[in-house]
């Protein structure tokens, strides 16, 4: 389970900086904590969806790769 955790935290990554590149330009420590914080739960509430599509996109380059 923690391993899909992981890979949904990545997959969520990737998703949200694609189509969501926002950036906090400014803002005051607590501002920054509450950012990083919304941000990393974003990742894994995207991620928990993305991920399997993620995995099966990978094995299907490395297969290719090695074709």
Not at 4 to 13: D, R, T
Not at 31 to 44: A, E, M, N, P, T
Request: charged content about 10%; hydrophobic content about 60%.
């Amino acid at each position: 389970m923690s391993g899909y955790v992981l890979m949904a935290v990545w997959s969520g990554y990737l998703f949200a900086e694609k189509f969501i590149p926002y950036k906090m330009i400014a803002g005051t420590n607590w501002q920054w904590v509450f950012y990083y914080i919304f941000k990393l739960l974003l990742f894994v509430v995207i991620g928990v969806f993305t991920a399997p599509f993620t995995c099966l996109w990978a094995v299907y380059r490395v297969i290719r790769a090695f074709r």
